[in-house]
């Protein structure tokens, strides 16, 4: 005989998939949306043709934030898929979707090591300021090494070409070129990016408790 109890756990958990595919596919429809009206218009930092601000990554940890690890993570790919057709750059879809999986890679460490001594929610952990800003500072170094070799590396070969254009002229340094200005404006624009690729969210689903009434993980 079927026990009553693993039906409705089953059931349980098969509605919280649902909800995740559906979160995911919702929201990554909705940054190909905002971005394909939005990337034509967005002032962009000379020589570098990122844009001052973009809010791909805020749509995609908001969806994180509020169905969890697999939604969101499948989110940022479907989003990555639908920037390309619309990114100039060619290539900023795939920058963005690794900057911003650097950010959450660090969200499910934390959250695995953290989950087996507390033994309390998901949403819980990320929720008290503290483990939130531990988890940030981490994931934007991180971000910021995993972006820095892929700019060391496309600005060796891809961008060989592009390599005498770049400058910090956007911090009114525009006197610093070259490998320094690589770096360092690696390391300025992931740095103010990921504070409000993770503050934004962080407000927006704690802030208004979408996590309560959610309520997936």
């Known amino acids: 005989m079927d026990n009553p109890e693993e039906k409705e756990s089953f059931r349980t958990r098969r509605s919280q998939l649902t909800l995740q595919i559906a979160g995911a596919a919702i929201f990554g429809a909705l940054s190909i949306v905002i971005s394909g009206i939005l990337v034509p218009i967005l002032p962009r930092i000379p020589g570098w043709g990122i844009a001052y601000f973009d809010p791909t990554s805020i749509i995609w940890i908001t969806c994180f934030l509020i169905f969890g690890v697999s939604a969101g993570l499948l989110c940022c790919a479907i989003g990555t898929f639908g920037l390309l057709l619309f990114d100039p750059t060619g290539i900023g ?22 989950k087996k001594n507390q033994g309390i929610s998901s949403n819980k952990i990320l929720k008290k300021p503290r483990n939130y800003i531990i988890i940030g500072i981490i994931g934007t170094a991180l971000r910021i090494i995993v972006m820095l070799v892929f700019n060391i590396l496309f600005f060796l070969t891809i961008w060989a070409s592009f390599y005498q254009f770049a400058n910090l002229e956007f911090v009114g340094f525009g006197g610093v070129t070259g490998w320094t200005a690589i770096i360092i404006g690696v390391i300025i624009i992931n740095g103010y990016s990921s504070v409000f690729d993770l503050l934004i969210p962080y407000l927006i689903v704690y802030g208004s408790k979408l996590d309560e009434k959610f309520n997936i993980w």
């Open 93 to 114: 879809s795939i920058f963005k979707f690794f900057a911003t999986i650097s950010l959450i890679v660090v969200f499910i460490i934390y959250l695995k090591i953290h």
